[in-house]
């Protein structure tokens, strides 16, 4: 099957290579596991620079390793063990860390990490919002626990994760203070924010008080962004470990983590039009090399087209 591999974490994306690497199967994929022929796939910005992508559990060396862990696609196999899909079903979901990617013709991940895949939601879509979907719905549910009436400051906004955090709280009833560079004003707004903030010409301290702070940005934002969150608020980040510390809150960082119920909210949200994707570029898997190799900051989620 064709791949795009990573040998060399200090070369980024410009060492990836596509190349021929064998196609898994049933027979040979761990308990649990099914096979999926992957339709589209994406690749999440710092990936390469994380040691999942080099090592596995136990600290070796895993090059050449397959990046790209959100796919949409159709299951072609099942492993011994395997329950809740079956042969032919369409598919979307978040693959383990750990194990070659979705940037490949064919995948083996756990079955618990996919949901069903509506058939009037296209491929391009399911893989466009299984990262920023499970992330934006574990930053602002599970570890903020925004509820209707609260007010949320999202950071990049108008960006993959920002943009889908501002949805989502928004359609749950939150007050969305959104911010990012100016260029990203309209975005931010056409996405469902009701303020915008200008880190690079307004000051972040007028925003006032909030209940929940969805940080993605992290450092001298995330410290300041603190000073505003009220009593008993939350302050999430997915920049990692912060000293950003609320004064009468909480921080919580965290890692997105597969959760089929979640994926199967989020993509009801996308049928019902109540939420949308944010896709920038759309290329297949012969170019995806060249497409993550451009010059440019891309604007929306830059999804693979795997199939046709």
Same mark, same amino acid.
């Given at each position: 099957m064709k791949a795009i591999v990573v040998t060399d974490q200090a070369a980024g994306t410009a060492g990836m290579k596509l190349v021929e690497r064998p196609q898994p199967n049933g027979e040979g994929a761990n308990y649990g596991d099914v096979v999926v022929q992957v339709y589209a796939s994406a690749l999440? =910005?710092?990936?390469?620079?994380w040691p999942s992508t080099w090592v596995d559990r136990l600290g070796r060396d895993r090059t050449p390793s397959i990046p790209g862990h959100e796919l949409a696609g159709v299951v072609t196999a099942l492993s011994y063990g395997t329950t809740g899909l079956s042969v032919g079903q369409r598919v979307f979901g978040l693959t383990d860390w750990?194990?070659?990617?979705?940037?490949?013709?064919?995948?083996? *991940?756990?079955?618990?990490?996919?949901?069903?895949?509506?058939g009037d939601v296209d491929f391009t879509v399911g893989a466009a919002i299984v990262m920023p979907g499970l992330t934006a719905w574990q930053g602002l549910f599970e570890h903020g626990r925004l509820r209707a009436g609260q007010?949320?400051?999202?950071? =990049?906004?108008?960006?993959?994760?920002?943009?889908?955090?501002?949805q989502l709280a928004r359609e749950a009833g939150a007050y969305v203070i959104g911010t990012g560079r100016a260029d990203g004003r309209q975005a931010a707004l056409d996405f469902g924010a009701q303020e915008f903030v200008d880190l690079e010409n307004d000051v972040l301290e007028d925003a006032g008080g909030v209940d929940l702070v969805f940080d993605v940005l992290g450092g001298d934002?995330?410290?300041?962004?603190?000073?505003?969150?009220?009593?008993?608020?939350?302050?999430?980040t997915i920049t990692g470990p912060t000293e950003a510390r609320p004064a009468y809150g909480q921080t919580i960082d965290f890692v997105v983590v597969p959760d089929r119920a979640q994926l199967i909210e989020v993509v009801q949200r996308v049928r019902e039009g109540r939420i949308r994707a944010n896709i920038g570029t759309i290329a297949t898997l012969d170019d995806a090399v060249a497409t993550y190799n451009s010059a440019g900051r891309a604007k929306g989620?830059? *999804?693979?087209? *795997?199939?046709?």
């Open positions: 999440t =910005g710092d990936e390469l620079s750990t194990r070659d990617g979705t940037l490949a013709e064919y995948v083996s *991940v756990e079955a618990r990490n996919l949901a069903p895949l509506p007010t949320v400051l999202v950071h =990049g906004a108008a960006g993959i994760v920002g943009s889908m955090a501002v934002i995330a410290k300041r962004s603190a000073d505003l969150i009220r009593s008993g608020g939350t302050l999430v989620k830059t *999804v693979i087209r *795997v199939r046709p």
